[in-house]
């Protein structure tokens, strides 16, 4: 009888130290489609997420989960055509000619970027340029925690010399170094450090349309953010003030929501629980 209790109380038991925050786990990344068109995310390296790319309507989404020790990018595609063994072409963020990603994306992109460990890094970066506006909302973790990324759309304030057009729009907006191809843009040669590699009229642009995005190659400060133990909403075409909404243990949660259960609730039961897994021993 004793060794059925302690076997059958070593699940609620993880189950509680997983929302207490005190055991690592995988993260469950929720991409969202809030564009009027298809777009086609990628993601690299791409094995946690469908092999590194698909298609998502508007309005749909996908659900992946990642291990922690990932590290990686996310952007989204336009314009594409795929045929039915997944070879074409994208008008942005080509990856080549293959709907699954191996590697990264053709220039100008808007990137979503991940280091997951007991603390996870994230940023939203416009240094490659930018083709769609993204937000990156943490839901249940613990830290600093906040969303990153757009509050409005590049492609409509664009300057036109950084302008990609196609069929009488501007599909995307590259970067300055792209362009321009200098030192100072760049953040290279003497300007390669913090101190000499300042904002500029173009970087100054990007971060009207995305607040805490990376700009350029030296905006952290505004730019980097850290959580403990959370999932992750990625929603193309969004704004960081709208809420977004996820699926966390079976329960829809939301970025603007607060925690699932207190952590007073989560503390007691955990201690509960380990007095009787102790007892039953």
């Given amino acids: 009888m004793e060794k059925k209790l302690k076997f059958a109380l070593l699940p609620l038991l993880c189950f509680f130290l997983l929302l207490s925050g005190s055991a690592e786990c995988a993260r469950v990344f929720t991409i969202i489609n809030q564009c009027k068109t298809v777009i086609w995310p990628a993601v690299t390296p791409g094995e946690s997420f469908g092999g590194g790319g698909f298609s998502l309507r508007p309005g749909q989404s996908m659900v992946f989960t990642a291990p922690v020790g990932w590290s990686g990018r996310i952007w989204g595609r336009t314009d594409c055509s795929f045929d039915a063994s997944g070879n ?12 699954r990603c191996g590697a990264s994306g053709a220039p ?3 990137l979503a970027e991940f280091t997951l460990a007991a603390v996870d890094y994230y940023d939203v970066s416009l240094v490659d340029g930018f083709n769609l506006p993204m937000v ?14 757009c509050d409005g759309d590049l492609r ?30 760049c953040c290279r040669g003497q300007f390669g450090n913090p101190a000499t590699c300042q904002p500029t009229f173009y970087s100054k642009k990007f971060k009207e349309a995305c607040p805490t995005a990376y700009s ?17 909403i990625i929603t193309f075409c969004s704004s960081r003030k709208q809420s ?12 603007s ?23 039953s021993v």
């Fill in 88 to 99: 074409g072409s994208c008008s942005t963020g080509s990856c080549g000619s293959s709907l």
């Fill in 108 to 110: 100008p992109a808007s």
């Fill in 136 to 149: 990156i909302k943490p839901v249940n973790g613990q830290g600093n925690c906040s969303a990153a990324g």
């Fill in 156 to 185: 409509q304030t664009c300057p036109s010399e950084l302008a990609v057009r196609a069929n009488g729009r501007t599909v995307a907006c590259r970067s300055a170094c792209d362009v321009f191809n200098t030192d100072q843009y």
């Fill in 216 to 232: 350029y190659a030296y905006d952290d400060p505004t730019s980097i953010f850290t959580c403990s133990n959370a999932d992750y």
């Fill in 244 to 255: 977004a909404c996820s699926y966390h243990n079976n329960r829809l949660v939301c970025s």
């Fill in 257 to 279: 929501a607060s925690s699932l259960l207190s952590r007073s609730f989560i503390s007691s039961t955990l201690l509960m629980l380990a007095l009787l897994f102790t007892i």
